[in-house]
């Protein structure tokens, strides 16, 4: 049993960190090409097809896909209360990736405010 | 140079995401009921789940949800932070209670609500530090 919630751990870990990677590479494909949000269908498109060319993307997605199947697994395993709280380490993931890999600035507020995010979720998913 | 704060506009599409998001963990968890082999603990049984979950009608729902989902989120971070767009997107916590008090009439216990207040208050926190960031850029 406790080797069963160590390993659905290490799962959950492991999606929520190929969906960190995945959301790196697809931020750093989006910046590269400088578009404004609209509600022009043909401009988004336009948009989305120049996305889908930056091979940088295909590689995010690659880890989305690994992502998938692995939380498939971990829904089949664990409850799914569980498995939320537990996700919310994800949160964690990205602050840390924007912060030391895209270099964003953070700053004290974002930083409480992300911690206040994955403290509400373990309440909210385990009551 | 990016303008990085929040608008109506970024909101709006948030909710948007976040509403198909939730869409699409319904359609996954309901792909993988279609499972009854017991557990998966090996490669082999791995596959044979995954075989059985892709060839549910649910999964590909899902697959098909996502693809909106990936339009619209890519349309959000061309305009925000990652670390401001993914805390945001995280109100789908604050959704699903209200959503459940209002339309299921369920009974919320005392510690969901203030996990729901604490997001609440770390979706503003991180709302306005990119405000700030705004500002500063000049």
Not at chain 1, 58 to 78: E, N, Q, R, Y
Not at chain 2, 6 to 16: G, P, R, S
């Amino acid at each position: 049993m406790k080797q069963g919630l160590l390993l659905v751990l290490f799962l959950i870990a492991l999606t929520s960190l190929c969906d960190t990677i995945n959301q790196l590479f697809l931020k750093s494909a989006i910046d590269s090409l400088n578009f404004t949000p609209t509600l022009n269908i043909i401009k988004i498109f336009k948009f989305i097809f120049q996305l889908v060319s930056k091979p940088r993307l295909w590689v995010g997605l690659v880890f989305s896909l690994i992502s998938l199947c692995v939380w498939l697994v971990v829904l089949s395993k664990a409850d799914l209360n569980f498995a939320f709280s537990a996700d919310s380490m994800h949160y964690i993931f990205i602050a840390l990736a924007s912060r030391f890999v895209l270099k964003e600035k953070m700053g004290t507020w974002r930083w409480l405010g992300t911690g206040l995010i994955v403290v509400g979720i373990v309440f909210v998913s385990l009551s | 140079m990016f303008k990085k704060k929040v608008t109506l506009k970024i909101l709006l599409l948030l909710i948007a995401s976040d509403i198909l998001e939730t869409a699409v963990h319904f359609f996954f968890k309901k792909s993988t009921l279609v499972f009854s082999q017991g557990q998966v603990t090996d490669l082999a049984t791995m596959l044979v789940f995954l075989k059985v979950v892709f060839s549910s009608a649910f999964l590909w729902a899902g697959l098909l949800t996502v693809v909106a989902v990936f339009i619209i989120w890519s349309m959000i971070l061309s305009k925000i932070d990652l670390s401001v767009a993914v805390p945001i997107a995280s109100f789908s916590y604050i959704l699903v209670p209200l959503v459940s008090i209002i339309f299921l009439h369920e009974q919320i216990t005392a510690l969901r609500w203030i996990g729901v207040f604490f997001v609440i208050l770390g979706v503003i926190f991180v709302s306005l530090s990119s405000k700030e960031r705004t500002e500063q850029a000049k």
